[in-house]
């Protein structure tokens, strides 16, 4: 399960410049709106998934009050996210590397378009449901700064099923549904998690060529900046790829 520590210092600079244009937010809001409706509540506490992602929009620093505004209207029975549904494509990037785009979208035709056309911009190919997401498990991961004997041991005490651990910090992971509870266990015991989320990761990872590397990372890149996607997942090595080269 390790190497997800390069991947997540990718998202979090993306984050922050996402969050500048304000694409963070409008993300977080529709997701937050689609769990409310797909959960049959507004309520965090009855729903596992909406409280999920409140958790997770407050740790991208999605203000609170947007969230709470949007709550109040979905309770006060506003559609807001009705149209909305989950897809998941899967296929192969450049060199092989398998690959998993969720979105969310309120036009399924566009979305299954705009994804196509960036497959073959960047030399991959869209594959059949079921083709790559058997390569890929889904986890909660915790990223935290720095790796001590300490936060081992408040890690599995708050739950963690698996750590790994890097001169750089310690990977934490959990049950999916139990990720933000780990994550705040581990705040009152007075850690800071540097990056909390619900992941897909690969059980097996594939090293390319920094050239290689690099074409897939584009297309990474690219399904990101759609508005209908709001997840991207490899099983892309990056240990021995450099950043931004």
């Known amino acids: 399960m390790a190497g997800h520590s390069k991947w997540a210092q990718i998202k979090r600079k993306k984050a922050a410049n996402d969050l500048k244009k304000g694409k963070i937010v409008s993300k977080y809001l529709r997701l937050i709106a689609a769990a409310a409706r797909a959960g049959g509540s507004t309520d965090p506490a009855a729903n596992v998934n909406l409280r999920n992602l409140i958790e997770a929009a407050r740790d991208a620093d999605v203000p609170n009050d947007n ?3 949007l ?3 979905l309770a006060g029975g506003d559609d807001e996210g009705s149209n909305y549904e989950e897809i998941v494509y899967e296929g192969y990037a450049p060199g ?8 969310l979208s ?11 056309h960036i497959f073959n911009k960047h030399g991959g190919s869209l594959g059949a449901t079921g083709s790559v997401s058997w390569q890929f498990e889904r986890r909660g ?7 001590t004997e300490a936060a ?3 890690a599995i005490e708050a739950g963690a099923i698996d750590l790994q651990e890097s001169e ?3 990977e934490i992971y959990t049950d999916p549904q139990e990720v933000y509870a780990v994550a705040n266990a581990l705040k009152a015991k007075g850690f800071k998690p540097e990056d909390t989320e619900i992941t897909m990761v690969p059980q097996n990872t594939m090293s390319l060529s920094q050239e290689e590397a690099e074409k897939v990372l584009r297309m990474v890149e690219a399904l990101e900046e759609l508005d209908d996607v709001q997840n991207v997942y490899t099983n892309l090595n990056l240990e021995n790829v450099s950043i931004g080269a």
Not at 96 to 103: D, E, L, P, S, T
Not at 106 to 116: C, I, L, M, Y
Not at 141 to 147: H, M
């Open 67 to 69: 969230i709470e505004r």
């Open 71 to 73: 709550l109040k209207r």
């Open 96 to 103: 092989g590397v398998a690959i998993i785009v969720q979105a």
């Open 106 to 116: 309120d036009n399924r035709n566009r979305t299954a378009s705009e994804v196509r």
């Open 141 to 147: 991961y915790i990223w935290l700064e720095p790796n």
């Open 152 to 154: 081992q041991e408040a």
């Open 168 to 170: 750089e910090g310690l």
